[in-house]
């Protein structure tokens, strides 16, 4: 016991010293990977949210032309008329909060103008400043659009200004400006939500910063900006460019990507870069080491305790074995008295390796001829079967070993066997074996087929009955018919006797046939109902919509024409209450539905026919007709088979 014990401290101590340097490999493994992701990850971050601001500063500028153009087409109609460019200006200011001000110059009138600015109440009116006049003067000198530097307003905002110029016919007539007050403008990206914790800067070509999450810094040159040399590099070249920096205004290292922007057709770039701080993993990655060292420690102490029960518990249960299998053996001497007591039950017992434990000498004669084997106690049972039930015997070998008890029946050979299989349980109710009880039924199989051959027949002759029927009654009324018509309608006589030679043919042909396709006996129905029109007129109607998808569907033959008929027989068909029968497809059943007017003269129905239908689809192991009484209509459902 004291060996035992040390063993088990041994295998403790090898299972924490192995956790212990798993966990240093797993961190430093952690740390590299996770490192890599937080780059891979910022950098992605990055560019999305540079894909933002551009989309921003481009949807500013577009719009801004946008305006231009519809400024110069109003005064290429309407001439410089300062109420109609107002309209233009105030519907600017309420329609998009992007831009702080707008103003408007006249060419020829400089030192007036239209500007107006957003103030509590809304948008109000005021007096073009000098700012805005020196950069009307400006754009005189460039002759194009551009975008001024940042400068402060005379109400303390700094702004930055794209001013557009208003032509016509190529000459200078005026110019546009739309102002950004770049504390708004900055607000704007830090409530896009899918920015995120990056935050971006904006820095003109001129070198001023235009946004910065640090509003000290906005307006204030690159040279105090610690990474002044990237930007530099960024303005001059125009070349994207990334850096792993440490943010001034976060104080942690970040991944930041400076890339430029070209704004319409003005000929210089703008900078932005977006910064996106970087994952502290080191701290994660060892409180990883700390807490996998832990789990090792736990799992050594659960181990070394599990295997001091395991040993407790494996001594119990081998005790607990011998004594089950003594009670085994006990029950085998039982049954193998009972086994020899009888010649025509072949039975058999195995253990949960499949080996016999016991058989009887009728089994042990039957797989010396079917197998060719001699079996033993001992031999595995599975191994004897060749390969025709093998497969079959596996399946049931392990469906008894998992508890079940069930029954099975195959034929091998010509012979038909019916084998019970009964799991065998110990005292504390766990599987240890089963036994097996095979009897030879083809004696009984045999009866059976017979059986179903004579159901089979019945139906057929039942069927044949019914055709057999329709021969002499429906002759009789077609001559009739006939006689009337030979004098008074020639010709529609000769079709009456085309018509019916086609519905005696269709009666001769399927005459063995049980099932035929639905499209032959729609047609048949065609003529059988023309025949019967000119006994009953225009009092009998047949409205049939089938689509062509079902036409080669299965169905008794017959069974429509049986149908019509009883409608026809058991009905009231007169020009008061004319009989209307239909046909047509609800959830791919045939429904056959006649309006329901019952002749008093005519007794109680024995419902032969339907009868019939109901045993030729039992034969055919098909879902009943279903017929009855809904409403003012008689209907039955036949289902279709395919």
């Not at 000198?141 to 930055?160: A, C, H, I, T």
């Amino acid at each position: 016991m004291k060996r035992r014990n040390k063993s088990i401290v041994q295998v403790g101590i090898v299972i924490i010293v192995t956790f212990v340097i798993v966990a240093y490999l797993i961190g430093e493994k952690m740390s590299q990977t996770a490192r890599n992701m937080s780059v891979d990850l910022a950098v992605s971050k990055a560019q999305n949210s540079f894909l933002i601001v551009k989309n921003k500063l481009k949807d500013n500028y577009q719009f801004s032309i946008e305006l231009g153009k519809t400024l110069e087409e109003i005064i290429k109609v309407n001439g410089i008329q300062l109420p109609t460019i107002s309209e233009q200006l105030e519907g600017v200011l309420i329609g998009k909060n992007d831009f702080y001000s707008c103003w408007f110059i006249d060419l020829e009138k400089s030192e007036e103008g239209l500007f107006f600015t957003h103030i509590e109440e809304g948008v109000g009116k005021k007096e073009i400043d000098a700012s805005r006049k020196a950069l009307f003067k400006n754009l005189q000198l460039k002759g194009e659009e551009f975008v001024s530097p940042p400068y402060l307003s005379q109400d303390s905002r700094f702004l930055v200004s794209i001013v557009m110029p208003v032509k016509i016919k190529g000459n200078l007539v005026g110019a546009l400006g739309l102002d950004i007050d770049l504390f708004n403008f900055q607000q704007h990206f830090y409530d896009e939500q899918s920015l995120g914790r990056a935050y971006v800067s904006i820095i003109s070509s001129e070198g001023y910063c235009i946004i910065h999450p640090d509003e000290k810094r906005i307006g204030a040159g690159i040279n105090s900006m610690s990474d002044s040399n990237n930007v530099k590099k960024v303005l001059i070249s125009g070349e994207k460019y990334q850096a792993e920096v440490v943010s001034d205004f976060l104080q942690v290292p970040v991944v930041r990507v400076y890339q430029s922007i070209q704004l319409g057709e003005i000929n210089a770039n703008w900078l932005i870069s977006v910064s996106v701080p970087l994952f502290n993993v080191e701290e994660a990655v060892q409180e990883v080491r700390n807490s996998t060292a832990l789990i090792g420690i736990a799992l050594a102490f659960l181990l070394m305790v599990f295997l001091y029960f395991s040993q407790r518990k494996w001594l119990s249960e081998y005790d607990r074995r011998q004594k089950a299998e003594t009670k085994h053996r006990a029950v085998e001497n039982k049954l193998s008295s009972i086994m020899e007591s009888t010649d025509q039950i072949m039975i058999f017992s195995v253990d949960r390796d499949f080996h016999y434990t016991s058989f009887n000498s009728v089994y042990q004669k039957d797989i010396l001829e079917k197998e060719g084997v001699c079996i033993e106690l001992g031999d595995n049972a599975l191994g004897v079967y060749k390969t025709d039930v093998r497969e079959l015997m596996r399946k049931s070998f392990e469906r008894a070993i998992q508890g079940e008890h069930f029954l099975i029946e195959y034929e091998r050979n010509q012979q038909h066997y019916q084998q019970i299989f009964n799991a065998i349980f110990d005292e504390d109710n766990i599987v240890i074996g089963f036994s097996s009880f095979r009897f030879d039924i083809s004696e009984t199989v045999e009866l059976r087929k017979r059986a179903n051959q004579e159901e089979e027949e019945k139906v057929k002759a039942q069927l044949k009955n019914i055709k057999n029927q329709i021969n002499p009654h429906f002759l009789f009324n077609s001559l009739n018919s006939l006689y009337a018509l030979v004098e008074a309608e020639p010709g529609l006589a000769r079709k009456f006797v085309l018509k019916l030679s086609k519905v005696y043919r269709y009666l001769l042909d399927q005459n063995n046939s049980s099932l035929i396709d639905l499209k032959q006996e729609l047609d048949f129905m065609k003529h059988y109902i023309f025949l019967q029109k000119i006994r009953f007129g225009e009092n009998l109607s047949l409205d049939c919509d089938i689509s062509d998808c079902y036409m080669s569907s299965k169905l008794p033959s017959v069974s429509l024409q049986s149908l019509v008929e009883n409608a026809i027989k058991h009905n009231i068909v007169t020009s008061e209450k004319p009989l209307l029968i239909t046909i047509r497809i609800e959830n791919d059943e045939l429904v056959v539905a006649n309006t329901y007017q019952l002749r008093s003269d005519v007794g109680s129905s024995s419902g032969t026919g339907l009868k019939t239908l109901n045993a030729l689809y039992t034969f055919l192991g098909k879902e009943q007709p279903k017929y009855g009484v809904e409403g003012n209509l008689f209907v039955v459902r036949l289902p279709l088979i395919s």
